[in-house]
């Protein structure tokens, strides 16, 4: 007998396909041939490491570094959260990268053609490290929703986008998080190229009045659960 | 087990915050005093209609030349070479085209030298991953147990060909969406 180290795989089940007609730029853009399940291997079982090092210290507080002239307009809110694997651990030293437009709805990008004024005061991205119990906290501005041409009327709910390194390459995440009670979710098909519901919920920020700091900011709470926990088999 | 984390697009307007100057990850994987063979490693992202991509986001993770990972998960992580760095970013705003200064990896588990490679794009709902191979390791790449499980007329879509070069040993390796010559994905 001999033991094998081993992560948990991706679960389709609840993660978009490739092809969602209705978020068009999907169309020439998605794999069609059938997806090979790659064994774990050494490969797979390792990637990057961070420490506080990497991080320089107003990375986490998008309402600070990025100031020229005086404080960003908008709503100060503060993003906490976990980052568990899917067997329920925390993940410590998980590098989170977060962007996102302004309170306006325009990011800093320079082929943003939306018509809102840019914000010389905030560019919207930020980096955060999970300390030993895999959890993270940053403060922005609450984004705006924006429209982008995908459909007559179309517009993206509030979101902020997150790029997630967590325990080993397997485990690579990019996802974006929302506002609870938005009204453009329902009428998003990226957010609705998730067929499940219980997966579809997990992207959905919860309002934390234990979050929130009195005269100073909003609190919302948002967990993120990655693929690639470890498991130990017996072969 | 907890429900996963969704995948939602990385979109169009990361490049600020992932790709500008002073962000940690860059196209380069080596520093001075690097071990091993330098490498260049070149290709266009392109889409069902062969046309470029150039939005995309391309990062690749790898062994070092000795074929040992900078990552406590690796029984020779003591050993990892400290000017390597193992992972590298790199967007396609020049035309659907990316490149990557690195070294070639060493064997990792007796498998054949490859680089791990996700594309992350607009358009793409939860990126996709796949493997890359090098053109010069012919038996190495006839014995390999992940080449083995993908059907033999596709396998070269992962076996990226040795340029002809003046400089550093150059390896291209497109990566096509989809249609003909769709390069071989693997789930995690």
Redesign the interface.
Known sequence: MTIK?L??????K?????L?PA?T?????????P?????H??????????GTG?IGPLDHDLTRNAVRNGQPIGERIIVTGRV?D???RAVPNA?L???Q?NACGR???K??QHDAPLDPNF?????VLTNANGEYCFITIKPGAYPWRNHLNAWRPQHI?F?VFGA?????????MYFPGDPLLALDP??N??D?E???Q??ISSYAHDVTQPEWALGYRFD?????SKMTVFE | MLTQTPSQTVGPFFYDALIAPGKPFIPTLVRDGVQGQRILIVGTVLDGDGAPVPDAMIEIWQADANGYHNHPADPNYAKADPNFSGLGRCDTVNNGRFEFQTVKPGRVEGQAPHVNVRVFSRGMLIHANTRMYFGDEAAANADDAVLSLVPIDRRDTLIAPLLPSNGLPTYRFNLVLQGEGETVFFTP
């Open positions: 180290q992560l948990s795989r991706i679960n389709w609840g993660q978009p396909k490739y969602h978020y730029s999907t169309v020439k853009r998605a794999p069609q041939q997806l090979i399940p790659l064994p291997t050494l490969s797979e079982l390792t990637g990057p490491v961070y990497n568990l899917d067997s329920g590098l990268e977060v962007w437009a990011y800093i990008h082929i943003d560019t919207g991205a930020g980096r986008h790029s080993n390459i397997m485990s690579r995440l990019v996802t974006q990226i957010y190229s998730i499940d219980a997966a579809r997990r992207l993120i659960v990655l693929c690639g």
